[in-house]
């Protein structure tokens, strides 16, 4: 993990890894430090949070314990967070500057809007346009005050995209959103391949539904890997980073064992085909 094969180029000159441990389901600070400390050791150097996952203190701590101990600094690693859809709008900068200081960082290498909506308002409601538009204008101030490296969105649709692009002051270093096999979002990875946005990926495998599906479970065998190896490296065969979430060591670790082997041509082929818009998470599409 330490050649830039492994990273993808943003458009703000960082190099983002390609792999990172999201951190979704990481609750309190003991099973956060055992999360973090197996990943340091398995050669991951990219942490994902958010303001709603409440364990930004957590990770920070962690980190900040477990970076000498793997005799690592600040700067070896990546660390991305997100805004809380509460925060959306006018309390935009609060929640920026709160984050700040419950990962105890100077910086944040990427900050996200976590979703294009705003809690507690309508999907349908006009106010949510407003509200992100003023939110993006607070994460390009901190950006470009150097306290967040890199800027960008997450859950935002081709129509939600489309809006950002024709406004912002910064174009958004990285859109991330649901993507695996069965949900392959072509649409919104040719804008953002044309608007030199990186397209991550989460959910990978599908709330975990696609473990057992019988074309993943059959190229799995083929290739002599885990159904979870095969999704994550399907996706970065297209040069798309994923975050793979585990609070379980032994997972983590095995997550990690996606550079040593490709997909062929006909396997890439075999998954692609499952291609049915299915989506296993949130859907962002009805808000305005």
């Known amino acids: 993990m330490t050649d830039h094969s492994s990273f993808v180029l943003l458009n703000t000159g960082a190099h983002m890894p390609l792999l990172g441990l999201g951190t979704y389901r990481l609750r309190g600070p003991e099973d956060t430090y055992q999360a973090v400390d197996a990943a340091l050791t398995a050669g991951y150097r990219a942490f994902d949070t ?3 996952y409440r364990n930004e203190a957590d990770l920070g701590q962690a980190l900040h314990t477990l970076l000498p101990k793997h005799g690592l600094s600040r700067a070896d690693v990546f660390i991305t967070s997100k805004l809380s859809p509460k925060d959306q709008g006018a309390k935009a900068r609060d929640g920026c500057l709160r984050s700040l ?9 990427l900050y996200l809007i976590h979703w294009p909506g705003t809690q507690g ?3 349908g ?7 992100r538009s003023q939110s993006w204008a607070t994460l390009e101030d901190f950006h470009m005050e ?5 800027i960008g969105v997450s859950n935002y649709t081709v129509k939600h995209m489309q809006e950002l692009l024709k406004a912002c002051r910064v174009v958004p270093a990285v859109l991330q959103v649901e993507f695996h096999p069965r949900y392959a979002q072509k649409e919104l990875r ?3 391949e044309e608007s030199g946005v990186c397209f991550q990926a989460y959910s990978s495998l599908g709330t975990g539904v696609l473990l057992t599906d019988p074309v993943v479970q059959e190229v799995a065998e083929r290739c002599g890997r885990t159904p979870a190896q095969v999704l994550l490296r399907w996706a970065l065969q297209q040069n798309v980073p994923v975050l793979p979430k585990s609070a379980k060591p032994d997972r983590v670790q095995d997550n990690v064992r996606l550079f ?7 396997n890439m082929a075999r998954l692609s085909s499952l291609d049915c818009g299915e989506k296993f998470c949130w859907d962002p599409s009805l808000v305005i």
């Not at 200081?101 to 290498?109: A, F, S, V």
């Not at 409601?125 to 509200?131: C, G, H, I």
């Open 50 to 52: 958010a303001a709603v």
């Open 121 to 123: 308002v309508a999907v």
């Open 190 to 192: 040719a804008l953002c």
């Open 260 to 266: 040593d082997f490709e997909l062929s041509d006909s």
């Open 146 to 150: 150097g306290k967040f490296k890199a």
């Open 125 to 131: 409601d006009k106010r949510n346009p407003k509200n």
């Open 101 to 109: 200081e419950q990962l105890g960082l100077d910086y944040i290498d």
